[in-house]
């Protein structure tokens, strides 16, 4: 059975910084594209970041270039999230997802997501 789960979130001041972690029982993560999403309440599900299998250059949406960093670690099987100088406008649910490749428009092709972990950024 997969299991994803992500942890790190939580309260931060504009201007901070925090690292998401995710981590996955039952798949190993460098098979898969990787990706973290966001939805914020009464918004749509966005796509944050991805990397392909292949480690290529990694997709940023363009609110977080220059911010934010995906990396992970294989032999820890986990995934992580460096955000750095947040904004109140970062504020959502941050999901992990493992898929086929980084489908980021629609999710479509990320079949293993997890329960999220809340970021909450207060001006």
């Known amino acids: 059975q997969v299991q994803v789960v992500e942890s790190g979130g939580g309260l931060v001041q504009a201007g901070g910084s925090l690292r998401l972690s995710c981590t996955a029982s039952?798949?190993?993560?460098?098979?898969?594209?990787v990706a973290w999403f966001r939805q914020a309440p009464g918004k749509v599900r966005e796509g944050v970041s991805c990397?392909?299998?292949?480690?290529?250059?990694?997709w940023y949406a363009d609110s977080v270039k220059g911010r934010f960093a995906i990396s992970r670690d294989n032999a820890k099987n986990t995934l992580y999230l460096q955000m750095n100088s947040l904004k109140p406008e970062d504020t959502a649910m941050y999901y992990c997802?493992?898929?086929?490749?980084?489908?980021?428009?629609?999710?479509?092709?990320?079949?293993?997501w997890g329960q999220g972990t809340q970021v909450t950024v207060s001006s």
């Open positions: 997802a493992a898929g086929t490749r980084c489908d980021v428009v629609t999710g479509r092709a990320f079949k293993y």
């Open positions: 039952g798949l190993s993560f460098a098979d898969y594209a």
């Open positions: 990397i392909s299998r292949s480690n290529g250059n990694p």
